[in-house]
């Protein structure tokens, strides 16, 4: 068959479609792309395999990898990459702010005028004065390098991320239920569920590929429920056999009371929590299951309905579903974890699980969903975080400190044992004045911290230095950088992405990097040493020579993914952690004897729980608590924000794709009909929105997809920046603040 | 001109209706409904109308939604990429 060019491009489109679905395609398998090249996409935690085109050295096509998970599919923004690749604001020379205005100059001017800030800092102030606040978009091998330069290196743990933004009470809550942080179970789990609750995640527009798979699974038997609670009637609820609307900020009340009513109906398995399960109360003494019992007393359904608004005979119903399905998967994301409690909501999500016995087989397990392609991989596993250290260790434990030292070729004792500042107190740090300087990369504080009003004084203040790597001039911090180093941007340079289910992908080099652009790696490795840290600590010609190294430091761990090389890495499409040898396959469901390398074959129990030192995991007795601003009379309703599906984050990505932006032009407020009509608000109409930090006019969406009381508003947008209004309180334990509840007052404009 | 790989995930109910409303639209190719719930289709639009035609899909009623499994720009390629690459 004779193909036109034209033909054959439309035939490689049908083809790529008809290979997600498993149908081949004949005349379409001669492809004469000059190269093809794997990767990862470049956007939410899913971590959707895909295959860069390559035609004479340029990407110019995208499409679904047919080997990972995603089974070649794509949702439109991971299919739309190059524009972002080839965009017209991207930074491709290195800058320093000269009389106001940030101008090129080399690299060797940049990186000595960094270096020298910095060394001045520290010598004036010490290493509690310096910070890197890093992101879930770098490599691993990038913000494994950078927390090793800040920490070994310069003796300061001001090591954070914005993952602490949005996953950090996940981490939390998986750390204080079973000992060791990371989902025990994957992707795989949604084919084998035969009930799926979804709370406090809109995944068909935060993760369509995996809304696809969920909604596969549901039409390929009717019989799996589909529970999804969540205050916005959104698209995910589609396929719900029931949605759950809730006041927001109620969420512990709602799970304590589907606990009561799982043992009061005596739907619970005994057997496994008798046996893998440890009671405790919230000071952290242990109990009997009688105790916990008459805790949740205080939460019957008929009580929880009094401070949720949801019926009791719907708790009732869902707790049913829950504990009958023969395997019930949880997923969950920022609903949950951007809460004052979020991670006590992760504790007593996995409280049902343990109850239950809905853990360790295939679809039964608790799993959350991360917002970006490597806040797992990159900065959970590596300890990209101020109290972390590599593969779970911990700065405040000595012995986790020592190990670290002698992994790293570190004098006993001489790393800092002072966990650094958590996000939050960092940027309040900066505006104190205690913290001058600040290097950051591949993230836009400016935009996506809460409060930002607050947040983005300090970073203008004048003797605050601020470096940037930065890939787009257009990012709101940018307005804020001293100096700007220009990155190699996604496959532009290789390295490693770690999505949600523990899957390690290679992100490999499709094309050479525009301009004068560097990897992130060689930018780290020369700053560092006319930083003047010791060139033994940062001795990298590559990431690939920093990824064999932190293979090593993750072996004696229960990360351990010794057995994941470079050359693997490059075969395969993912492998999933734990992989301890070089013919481990990799792990999918961690805890359970026979299936995760780190218990033994010969263990005596089925599960074993060893991040704890008894190996049972635990089920907390945690108190509901409302959400840290709740409405009032001079505020009387809630606003949430978040994403829409054609958009990610703070938009310097997706407002660069013609088709994306004109999908979503610009801001807007979702108001309940009820609420617009009480207010005489029709749609289009211009509404002001004010909170005790600020107001912002918005056209309103006159829905019912919000409950009444309810607005929401998409955080994408930097000329209608929505963090100016909402709220920087923060939850104790993981320091993630409270973005999707603060009371607001709405009026017409 | 952009030419997008399309997966339409609809109702099992809805599949055939869908597919012959799709292929009543001038911009898109179907090839052929799949698994009881799939129509995939190819769209070939200038690449600044491309998110309007598939939101005319998304508009169909029966569709759950839209997956892409393939995009290229490739003969939109202009000049300022030029000089981007160039840098």
Known sequence: MKLSRRDFLKATAASSALMAVGSPMAFAADDKADKWVKGVCRFCGTGCGVMVGIHNGRAVQIKGDPNNHNAGFLCLKG?????????????????????????????????????????????????GAVAYYGSGQALTEETYLASKIFKAGLKSNNVEGNPRLCMASAVGGYVTTYGKDEPMGSYDDIDAASCIFIIGSNTSECHPILFKRIAKRKQADPNVKIIVVDPRRTNTARIADLHVPFKPGTDLAILNAMAYHIIDEELDNSRFHGKYVNFMTNDKKK????????????????????ITGVKAATIRTMATWFAESPATMSLWCMGINQRIRGVWANNLISNLHLLTGHIG????????????????????????????????????????????????????????????????????????????????????????????????????????????????????????????????FWCEREGVYGCSERRYALVDKAIEPPGQCRESVHIL?????????????????????????????????????????????RKASGIRWPCPTEDHPGTKIRYVRGKDPNVPADHPNKYFFYGKPDGKAVVWMRPYKGAAEEPDAAYPMVLTTGRVIDHWHTGTMTMKVPELKKSFPAAYVEVNTRDAKAKGINNGDIIKLTTRRGAMDLPARVSDVCLPGLVFVPFHYADKLINKLTLDAFDPGSKQPEYKICAVKIEKA | MAIAGLLVHTLKVDLARVEGEIQNMAEMTTYGCHQDQYVVVVAEAPANRLEAEVKKIKAVDGVLTIYTTYVTVEDEMDESTEQIIRG
């Open chain 1, 361 to 488: 087989k295939p679809g039964a397990t608790p799993f959350s969903l991360t917002g970006q392609p490597n806040a797992c991989g990159g900065v959970r596993d590596t300890g990209g975080l101020s109290h972390l250290l590599p593969a779970g260790r911990l700065i405040k434990k000595k012995e986790n400190r020592n190990e670290m030292e002698k992994l790293w070729g570190l004098p006993q004792d001489s790393l800092n044992p002072k966990p650094g500042l958590h996000t939050v107190a960092l940027y309040n740090a900066i505006g104190e004045g205690k913290v001058k300087a600040v290097l950051m990369l591949c993230t836009n504080p400016a935009q996506s911290l809460p409060n930002v009003n607050k947040h983005r004084k300090a970073l203008a203040r004048e003797d605050t230095f601020l470096c940037l790597i930065e890939a787009f001039a257009d990012a709101e911090t940018m307005k804020f950088a001293d100096v700007v180093l220009p990155p190699a």
């Open chain 1, 525 to 569: 490795v020369d700053l560092a040493k006319r930083m003047d840290v010791d060139p033994k600590l940062v001795p990298y010609k590559s990431a690939e020579d920093v990824w064999n190294e932190w293979r090593k430091v993750s072996r004696p761990t229960p990360y351990n993914f010794y057995g994941m090389t470079r050359d693997r890495l």
């Open chain 1, 287 to 306: 109990v009997d299951f009688e105790a916990y019992r008459k805790f949740l007393e205080d939460y019957t359904p008929e009580k929880a309905e009094k």
């Open chain 1, 79 to 127: 299919a739309l990459m190059v524009p972002i690749i080839y965009a017209k604001e991207r930074v491709t020379d290195p800058m320093i702010r000269k009389n106001g205005k940030l101008t090129k100059v080399s690299w060797d001017e940049a990186l000595n005028y960094t270096a020298d800030k910095f060394k001045s800092v520290l010598k004036a102030d010490g290493p």
